[in-house]
T-cell receptor
Framework: DADVTQTPRNRITKTGKRIMLECSQTKGHDRMYWYRQDPGLGLRLIYYSFDVKDINKGEISDGYSVSRQAQAKFSLSLESAIPNQTALYFC?????????????FGAGTRLSVL | AQKITQTQPGMFVQEKEAVTLDCTYDTSDPSYGLFWYKQPSSGEMIFLIYQGSYDQQNATEGRYSLNFQKARKSANLVISASQLGDSAMYFCAMREGTRNTPLVFGKGTRLSVIA
């Protein structure tokens, strides 16, 4: 089983719909991140959380919200989806005890907003 | 200004040859970390190699090595003896300061290995 699991893997939705992407991890890491990837733009940080009570905005948080329900779970919500939120979304985790802060990624969720 | 610059959108290399993927970075923080990730066509992001700003030696992990030139602010990835399975997108990333800061990624380089 994957250490960092994202659900769903693929999702097609319509403009204006609310959608939630979920991430769970079994690595025991305290830090979790959400990124989006657009062709030619690399990965951009949406939100990150260093523990259950800590939520921080990233570079492109507008239009998104997150919830850290437990140390192992971090959800990303699009309150009212729009077509330019069509992208590949990644969840990642890292461990405070790791001085390098290596991030480990889930397999990604491919989201299409029509 | 971009923190991480990868100037090669695409690269080709012959199987069994070595290839260098370029990465330059911009930071004024003396403490930072540099990372390379691989993204095959299946989409997942795979961690390859890490270099800390205070590390005296260039990092190596199997066929991967990082050519770290601090004064030039470059952290190029060298893949030796390329294999067809190395065909993928490669991303350079940086963590500025302590472990408490997230990563910033470059736009990536697509490597194609030719038989």
């Amino acid at each position: 089983d994957a250490d960092v699991t994202q659900t769903p893997r693929n999702r097609i939705t319509k403009t204006g719909k609310r959608i939630m992407l979920e991430c769970s991890q079994t690595k025991g890491h305290d830090r979790m991140y959400w990124y989006r990837q657009d062709p030619g733009l690399g990965l951009r940080l949406i939100y990150y959380s260093f523990d259950v009570k800590d939520i921080n905005k990233g570079e492109i948080s507008d239009g998104y919200s997150v919830s850290r329900q437990a140390q192992a779970k971090f959800s990303l919500s699009l309150e009212s989806a729009i077509p330019n939120q069509t992208a590949l979304y990644f969840c990642a985790t890292s461990d405070f005890g790791d001085a390098k802060n290596i991030q480990y990624f889930g397999a990604g969720t491919r989201l299409s907003v029509l | 200004a971009q923190k991480i610059t990868q100037t090669q959108p695409g690269m080709f290399v012959q199987e069994k040859e070595a290839v260098t993927l370029d990465c330059t970075y911009d930071t004024s923080d003396p403490s930072y970390g540099l990372f390379w990730y691989k993204q095959p066509s299946s989409g997942e992001m795979i961690f390859l190699i890490y270099q800390g700003s205070y590390d005296q030696q260039n990092a190596t992990e199997g066929r991967y090595s990082l050519n770290f030139q601090k004064a030039r602010k470059s952290a190029n990835l060298v893949i030796s003896a390329s294999q067809l399975g190395d065909s993928a997108m490669y991303f350079c990333a940086m963590r500025e300061g302590t472990r408490n800061t997230p990563l910033v990624f470059g736009k990536g380089t697509r490597l194609s290995v030719i038989a």
